[in-house]
């Protein structure tokens, strides 16, 4: 059957093969086309010795490579995948559709690298968008109610007036108290965490730079000022708790709570899940504050494009090279990295942009690391509500709140994040309630984003990709079961049914589609439990504690290996921030050497 935009229509993806999904077309069996960014940006041969090896070619991984090299130290990036990019890459999983596979929207991204590593001039577009969040409802309205939100404030509290004249009237001071907590908490992320061994011990020398350390976290605590203790209770309060302090219509407050829980296996009544919700809006895109936006040609266009700046200033960088384990010296101290077919590449300096389960739990030897800090990497909470969902379709959804023109265009909405289930916070607990018993949730949490509304080129004409985040769905099924390929289908379908009720249609024009439970996550991109953030983001696991005490500041156990993935401070999403702030401490002890 062919779809309207000229595509043979896919129904059903079939297992995944080495990182990317077999495709079947109504009995044809077809390899996916290239993944669009393939490449690998090595500046001839592997040598076999560099001033600095990064392990994993992540987004952060890229950033520290390109933060060394243009310090001037040779630096080389070994990626096991065949495309560089880890959670931010561009696929193409079905003919002509080019996904962002896994992550799928910017914000995060620390605004010094767009400029220190000239980002722009190497590629990167970022599409921003305004409006920026679309809720449809389900009622029995003709037709239904929908709340969109936008940069326009007096636009936006129209929209919530519909449900709560008090809410519209509150939004605005609600949104100058959240970014004075954002920009104080902002100015922790471009540092290593006070390091706390060297406070009390260790030269006159160390002392000194631990108190230096401390300027960020003074900084911000007197940035809080008289709000403190409320800021403390955002912190550390359930989400609901402080959103029923400032709002009384669900769905508004359903809304702002997707993102305190978005990659959390956490519900809004979750003690801690405002911090997550604070992580989520304290980026910024163009200079405008909590603004996300697509990037033009998807995610892995923004990975090549700091692939790019890192390779034009000298670094190697490879895929398909996987690394078996950390090279260490007869004193204990990382020299290098050793890959799969038993190549050698010496270094004075690894950097690993691996999670911290597979740096220290599979590249190093247990005997090599404190008892202690083995036992506190393998009880970091890795669970992971997610499964992805990617999913080409022949037009753009048609939502009951919101039905599309005769035309077909895209409309404002259609460009947001939309929330489907999102009608009153106690439908997010009821879907975090089902899967802490193993069971998928029946009526998820979805985020429906259609990022080729503002970039048309990652489909075919007239068709659409769509990126569909959902939540929950445990990492181990009731009974042990696991997510076989039964078993991701029917979520799937679910999924669908859902979508379906708000937008009928949805389901017969969709091509082809990509399931990505938590064990696809982990088993693809490393991310330990399909965990989007290489481990949860409580308080009991941010700041001094990320990924252990006393190893906060990227350093590690082992003398030569750094940590600068997101399972170090500052902690997930598309940031770059661990990736820099390990470059820093990794250059200074360079310098010593």
């Given at each position: 059957m062919?779809?309207?935009?000229?595509v043979?229509?896919?129904r059903h993806?079939?297992g995944?093969?080495?990182?990317?999904?077999?495709?079947?077309l109504?009995g044809?069996?077809?390899?996916?086309?290239p993944?669009?960014?393939?490449l690998?940006?090595?500046?001839?041969?592997?040598?076999r010795?560099?001033?600095?090896?990064?392990?994993?070619?992540?987004?952060?991984?890229?950033?520290?490579?390109?933060?060394?090299?243009?310090?001037g130290?040779?630096?080389a990036?070994?990626?096991k995948?065949?495309?560089?990019?880890g959670?931010?890459?561009?696929e193409?999983?079905?003919?002509?559709?080019?996904?962002?596979?896994?992550?799928?929207?910017?914000?995060?991204?620390?605004?010094?690298?767009?400029?220190?590593?000239?980002?722009?001039?190497?590629?990167?577009r970022?599409?921003p968008?305004?409006?920026?969040s679309?809720?449809?409802?389900?009622?029995?309205?003709?037709?239904?109610?929908?709340?969109?939100?936008g940069?326009?404030?007096?636009?936006?509290?129209q929209?919530i007036?519909?449900?709560?004249?008090?809410?519209?009237?509150a939004?605005?001071?609600?949104?100058?108290f959240?970014?004075g907590?954002?920009?104080?908490?902002?100015?922790?992320?471009?540092?290593?965490?006070?390091?706390?061994?060297?406070?009390?011990?260790?030269?006159?020398?160390?002392?000194l730079?631990a108190?230096?350390?401390?300027q960020?976290?003074?900084r911000?605590?007197?940035?809080?000022?008289?709000?403190?203790?409320?800021?403390?209770?955002?912190?550390?309060?359930?989400?609901?708790?402080?959103?029923?302090?400032?709002?009384?219509?669900?769905?508004?407050?359903?809304t702002?709570?997707?993102d305190a829980?978005?990659?959390?296996?956490?519900?809004?009544h979750?003690?801690?899940?405002?911090?997550v919700?604070?992580?989520?809006?304290?980026?910024?895109?163009e200079?405008?504050r909590?603004?996300?936006g697509?990037?033009s040609?998807?995610?892995?266009?923004l990975?090549?494009a700091i692939?790019r700046a890192?390779?034009?200033r000298?670094?190697?960088?490879?895929?398909?090279?996987?690394?078996?384990?950390?090279?260490?010296?007869?004193?204990?101290?990382?020299?290098g990295a050793?890959?799969?077919d038993?190549?050698?590449?010496?270094?004075?300096?690894?950097?690993?942009?691996?999670?911290?389960?597979?740096?220290?739990?599979?590249?190093?030897?247990?005997?090599?690391?404190?008892?202690d800090f083995?036992?506190?990497?393998q009880?970091?909470?890795?669970?992971s509500?997610?499964?992805?969902?990617?999913?080409?379709?022949d037009?753009?959804?048609?939502?009951?709140?919101?039905?599309?023109g005769?035309?077909?265009?895209p409309?404002?909405?259609h460009?947001?994040?939309?929330?489907?289930n999102?009608?009153?916070?106690?439908?997010l607990?009821?879907?975090?309630?089902?899967?802490?018993?193993g069971?998928?949730s029946?009526?998820?949490?979805?985020?429906?984003?259609?990022?080729?509304a503002?970039?048309?080129?990652?489909?075919?004409q007239g068709?659409?990709?769509?990126?569909l985040f959902?939540?929950?769905?445990?990492s181990?099924l009731?009974?042990?079961?696991?997510?076989?390929?039964?078993a991701?289908?029917a979520?799937?379908?679910?999924?669908?049914?859902?979508?379906?009720?708000y937008?009928?249609?949805?389901?017969?024009?969709?091509?082809?589609?990509?399931i990505?439970?938590?064990?696809?996550?982990?088993?693809?991109?490393?991310?330990p439990?399909g965990?989007i953030?290489?481990g949860?983001?409580s308080?009991?696991?941010?700041?001094?504690?990320?990924?252990?005490?006393?190893y906060?500041?990227?350093?590690s156990p082992?003398?030569?290996?750094?940590?600068?993935?997101?399972?170090a401070?500052?902690g997930?999403?598309?940031?770059?921030?661990?990736?820099?702030n390990a470059?820093?401490?990794a250059?200074?002890a360079?310098?010593?050497?």
């Open positions: 062919a779809g309207r935009c000229g043979v229509a896919a993806w079939a995944p093969g080495r990182g990317c999904a077999s495709l079947w109504r044809w069996h077809l390899s996916p086309a993944p669009a960014a393939r690998a940006h090595a500046a001839g041969q592997l040598q010795e560099y001033d600095a090896v990064v392990i994993g070619a992540g987004h952060n991984g890229l950033v520290a490579a390109a933060y060394l090299q243009r310090a130290l040779r630096t990036v070994l990626e995948r065949h495309v560089l990019g959670a931010a890459v561009t193409e999983i079905v003919p002509g559709f080019k996904f962002s596979r896994a992550s799928y929207l910017l914000s995060l991204l620390r605004p010094q690298i767009y400029t220190e590593l000239e980002l722009q001039r190497h590629g990167l970022v599409l968008r305004d409006p920026y679309f809720t449809p409802l389900l009622e029995d309205r003709n037709p239904p109610r929908s709340l969109l939100l940069n326009n404030m007096a636009q936006t509290q929209q007036a519909q449900f709560s004249q008090k809410d519209a009237q939004y605005p001071e609600y949104e100058v959240m970014g907590l954002v920009s104080a908490l902002d100015l922790l992320l471009d540092a290593a965490p006070v390091d706390t061994a060297d406070l009390g011990q260790g030269s006159l020398l160390q002392r730079r108190l230096r350390s401390l960020p976290l003074l911000a605590g007197l940035a809080l000022g008289r709000q403190l203790p409320r800021y403390y209770e955002v912190l550390t309060a359930p989400i609901s708790k402080i959103l029923d302090q400032w709002f009384e219509s669900e769905p508004l407050k359903a702002l709570a997707t829980v978005i990659g959390a296996m956490a519900s809004p979750t003690p801690g899940s405002g911090y919700l604070l992580h989520h809006v304290m980026g910024e895109l200079g405008r909590g603004a996300w697509y990037v040609g998807g995610m892995g266009a990975s090549q692939a890192a390779a034009a000298g670094a190697h960088i490879f895929a398909e090279k996987a690394v078996s384990h950390v090279l260490l010296g007869r004193d204990g101290r990382a020299q050793v890959l799969q038993g190549t050698e590449v010496r270094s004075k300096l690894v950097l690993s942009n691996a999670s911290p389960q597979i740096t220290f739990l599979e590249l190093i030897p247990q005997e090599q690391l404190p008892e083995v036992r506190r990497i009880q970091v909470d890795t669970r509500p997610v499964t992805k969902i990617n999913v080409a379709v037009r753009l959804p048609s939502f009951l709140a919101a039905p599309n005769r035309d077909g265009q409309l404002p909405h460009q947001c994040s939309i929330h489907l999102c009608e009153g916070t106690h439908l607990h009821q879907a975090f309630t089902e899967a802490t018993h069971h998928p029946s009526r998820p949490m979805i985020e429906l984003c259609i990022p080729s503002l970039d048309p080129g990652l489909a075919p068709c659409h990709v769509v990126s959902t939540q929950y769905t445990p181990v009731a009974g042990g079961r696991p997510w076989d390929e039964q991701r289908n979520y799937a379908d679910t999924v669908f049914d859902c979508i379906e009720a937008a009928p249609g949805f389901k017969a024009s969709v091509i082809g589609r990509d990505l439970t938590p064990p696809d996550l982990e088993r693809i991109f490393g991310l439990g965990n953030f290489h949860g983001m308080l009991d696991q941010l700041y001094f504690a990320r990924p252990a005490p006393s906060s500041g990227y350093r082992v003398p030569g290996l750094y940590l600068c993935g997101s399972g401070h500052p997930g999403g598309v940031m770059g921030a661990a990736g820099r470059a820093h401490v250059l200074e360079f310098r010593h050497l």
